[in-house]
């Protein structure tokens, strides 16, 4: 192993800057594995024949899902058409040695699709063993799963994550999750870190799967700031040839801009957290369809006094609708009030339901939206991402630019009602705090710049990062401010 690349200062300046912990852990895991497999073979003789049982290899996956493809593809309008360029964009960078990669798409343009087409044939085409999807948050990953297993098969789908139904899965699902032994899983972003950072065998043991694999981090944008470091390190560390040899896909409709991930590193000099340039699998001219399909407006007029008779009311003018809130609380209070108001139709959507009820109320929306009846769905940003449903018009109370993205991606996605509308609206006193108010006071700080001109401001990503990352660092300069003079004053007095 060539020691000189794993890392700038593997004499340790810096943990983030070394690659031996995870060196470490890589053969840590190995042996931690084999030794739950020997002992488990000894006292539980029938597990083996169970592990034993063969997934299909994956060019048999990609056979699957080529046939998928050719079935509910077309290239029958417009959309479609663009939908089929961004597949071909897939294809052709699967040719690539393993490294970096990025996948920025608008919504709607079939990314998913053309994630999966180009994992799989990256990983046949560089002797890989297996695909690895990471979706941001539990948060209805199992729809996700389920589209999945849908395509390749249950017993070639592992799927584990915090808030899986164990019940509901078969003895060689459960026991794929012990180590990942399995040609496609997917899991959460919290549970390939804890797998990565963790001390505990039982985690540990799944890491040498990990690596000869094609990563895939599905909505890389709702990945926090404040989580950001250690997860580009172990993205760095994944995409080293002499640890993991592995190949990493960050994919979303609204990539952070890479250049303005840096960090510090005690030098005085910003370094990029992303230690190699990541190769861009669609160009520019295809990130957006060319078809306008949504109209964003800005409206202040509803929201600014505090209650939620206004934007209701404002919902209310409209047959198929879906408002977007920043707080369960928030959604819980605006879906009372219009079904109190005797409006048809109105479903709440958020965390605080169980997974089994909100796939069923996903259904019944999605049902009422295809016969046309009249249906308003007020939920927070749990619907924002990965859920594939197209309202005509869409109502998202203040947040950031990517979320703002996300959002219109639920309007108008097929283009099936001429032009949608995005309707963002700011509430006084319900945003979260944190890393959200500092994206909302962005926005706000963007939108006033630019004489609240909104489809002006969608056009200007980069602005908003530059404003996004400054308000940040201002607001860690001031926690830590606060923080300072707390202590003082606590050791200075008692």
């Known amino acids: 192993i060539d020691v000189s690349r794993f890392g700038r200062t593997a004499s340790g300046k810096d943990i983030f800057a070394s690659f031996w912990g995870m060196l470490t852990r890589v053969t840590h895991s190995r042996l931690i594995d084999a030794d739950c497999l020997a002992t488990e073979y000894w006292y539980h003789p029938e597990h083996r024949k169970l592990r034993s049982n063969k997934h299909a290899d994956l060019p048999t996956l990609h056979t699957k899902l080529f046939k998928f493809i050719q079935k509910h593809c077309k290239n029958d309008n417009e959309i479609n058409k663009w939908r089929s360029s961004i597949l071909d964009c ?6 690539n040695l393993p490294g970096i990669f990025t996948m920025e798409a608008d919504v709607g343009g079939g990314k998913t699709l053309a994630m999966l087409e180009f994992a799989l044939l990256h990983a046949i085409n560089n002797g890989m063993e297996r695909v690895i999807y990471v979706a941001p948050h539990g948060a209805l990953i199992e729809q996700t799963a389920d589209f999945f297993r849908s395509i390749f098969g249950e017993n070639n789908v592992c799927v584990h994550h915090i808030n899986m139904d164990t019940d509901k899965m078969s003895t060689e699902s459960l026991m794929a999750c012990d180590n990942w032994d399995a040609p496609f899983v997917v899991s959460s972003a919290q549970q390939i870190c804890d797998t990565l950072y963790s001390n505990r065998n039982a985690r540990i043991r799944k890491i040498h799967n990990i690596a000869r694999s094609v990563v895939i981090f599905d909505e890389f944008h709702d990945l926090p700031l404040t989580k950001m470091w ?14 993991f040899g592995s190949s990493v896909l960050l994919a979303s409709a609204t990539l952070p801009v890479v250049e303005y991930l840096t960090r510090d590193l005690g030098d005085g000099v910003e370094h990029s957290l992303l230690q190699t340039r990541p190769k861009d699998i669609v160009p520019s001219r295809l990130f957006g369809s060319s078809k306008k399909r949504v109209k964003f407006k800005y409206d202040g007029d509803i929201g600014g006094s505090g209650d939620w008779e206004s934007v209701a009311n404002a919902v209310a003018q409209h047959k198929q609708c879906m408002v977007i809130l920043n707080t369960r609380d928030s959604a819980y209070q605006l879906a009372h009030l219009m079904k109190a108001k005797g409006i048809k139709n109105v479903y709440h959507l958020s965390a605080s339901i169980i997974p089994k009820d909100r796939e069923k109320i996903l259904a019944d929306v999605m049902n009422l939206l295809k016969n046309g009846e009249p249906v308003i769905l007020v939920c927070t940003s749990i619907v924002q991402t990965g859920v594939d449903i197209s309202f005509p018009c869409v109502y998202r109370e203040m947040c950031g630019w990517m979320a703002l993205k996300q959002a219109s991606g639920r309007c108008n996605r097929s283009n099936e009602y001429g032009i949608g509308l995005c309707v963002l609206f700011k509430q006084t006193g319900s945003n979260i705090p944190g890393l959200p ?54 050791f200075f007095f008692f």
């Open 90 to 95: 897939a294809r052709k960078s699967a040719t």
């Open 230 to 243: 250690p997860v580009t390190h172990a993205i760095n560390a994944l995409a080293h040839k002499e640890i």
């Open 437 to 490: 108010i500092i994206q909302a006071n962005a926005m706000m700080a963007l939108l006033k710049a630019n004489k609240f001109d909104l489809e002006k401001v969608m056009r200007l990503k980069e602005s908003f990062w530059k404003l996004y990352i400054k308000f940040y660092r201002e607001d860690c300069v001031k926690n830590h401010t606060r923080s300072f003079f707390f202590f003082f004053f606590f």
